[in-house]
């Protein structure tokens, strides 16, 4: 998806990045004391952010330097600007970027200006949250404008539907159950999001199948569709060394770091869904704390609650969602919705 000159927020969720942890980290320069090993440079989204993170910490010889892509235009101004930083570096690790992001060209670029850069993917893997959806404004991408949510700018599809079609919050939550999951498809999300991940990989060169099958059996390793569990972003990190001439050491990253990403929105995995995959589910739904307050959670009836709000303050167009025309415009899905309207 193309990004250019967003908004903040807009061009965080679109390049599946978010403000957050990393800030006072990401500033640091990278001659790091006691760090006297091949310096490291790693570009992309918040993912990358974890994937230098765990860097650090089974490198220790190494600095290590995260380039946000997010704000390539501001901290680099040109193409050439950020060529002449990563110069400095001995490894760079990047996931792939768009026109737009910065003056002078795309990743592609900057793979023919230094071929040393090697790609990894971003991890975006829907099966255990097949309900999580953007809404907004994206027909300009220039001018984007996404939807809030009580969680940020992740909306639930079917209360978006329904809200859209006039249910009330209790009739919308009376559709959050297996035989309404299963007509909608939630239950079949497992092998399309697999082939969509692992032929993500191997487009750049990143075979995931054995990761993926290593992860699957660790249960849910996503804490929404684009924020992977920290043993996922540690996974990556540690491939990325060891074919790149590094000894990695044998350290688990949750022991030592935790897992950041949870500090963030967590979305559940609803209990028919979980079900299907030998897992324990839940309808409890953390928004992203502010500094170090505890984290609101919310109910599912109070998530849909906070979310009717937001909609009714909203202007009709305000709310686009690509998924939402299209149930709305499919008989035999739109009677799901009128049929709990009716009861």
Not at 216 to 242: E, Q, T, W, Y
Request: hydrophobic letters at 45%; one cysteine or more.
């Amino acid at each position: 998806m193309a990004l250019h000159d967003l908004p903040r927020r807009a061009r965080s969720a679109f390049s599946l990045s978010a403000p957050s942890w990393a800030r006072a980290w990401r500033a640091k320069a990278p001659e790091e004391t006691g760090r006297g090993g091949p310096a490291i440079a790693v570009i992309g989204n918040c993912q990358a952010r974890g994937v230098a993170q765990a860097m650090r910490l089974f490198a220790p010889e190494s600095p290590v330097r995260f380039v946000p892509m997010g704000t390539l235009k501001r901290d680099h101004g040109h193409m050439d600007g950020l060529v002449r930083l990563l110069a400095g570096h001995d490894h760079v690790f990047s996931q792939s970027f768009p026109q737009g992001l910065i003056p002078g060209g795309d990743i592609t670029t900057l793979r023919t200006r230094d071929a040393r850069l090697k790609l990894f993917p971003t991890v975006v893997f829907s099966a255990f949250h097949p309900d999580m959806v953007y809404a907004g404004r994206t027909e300009d991408l220039a001018a984007l404008k996404l939807a809030r949510s009580p969680l940020g700018q992740y909306h639930s599809a079917i209360a978006l539907c329904a809200h859209r079609l006039g249910l009330s919050v209790t009739q919308t939550a009376s559709l959050f159950r297996a035989d309404v999951f299963a007509r909608l498809g939630y239950l079949d999300h497992w092998d399309p999001s697999v082939r969509e991940l692992v032929g993500l990989g191997a487009s750049i060169g990143f075979g995931l199948e054995r990761e993926v099958a290593r992860w699957s059996r660790r249960g849910a390793f996503m804490h929404v569709i684009n924020h992977p569990k920290a043993f996922v972003v540690a996974d990556i990190a540690r491939r990325l060394l060891i074919e790149s001439g590094f000894a990695p050491q044998s350290v688990e990253i949750e022991d030592y770091l935790g897992d950041e990403l949870a500090r963030d929105v967590v979305w559940p995995v609803y209990p028919p869904i979980a079900e299907a995959y030998g897992l324990t589910g839940s309808y409890l739904f953390k928004e992203k704390p502010a500094g170090d307050a505890f984290p609101r959670l919310y109910d599912l009836h109070g998530f849909l609650a906070a979310s009717f709000a937001l909609y009714d303050a909203s202007e009709p167009g305000a709310l686009a969602c690509a998924r939402i025309d299209t149930w709305a415009g499919a008989p035999w899905i739109a009677e799901i919705f009128l049929a709990a309207k009716s009861a």
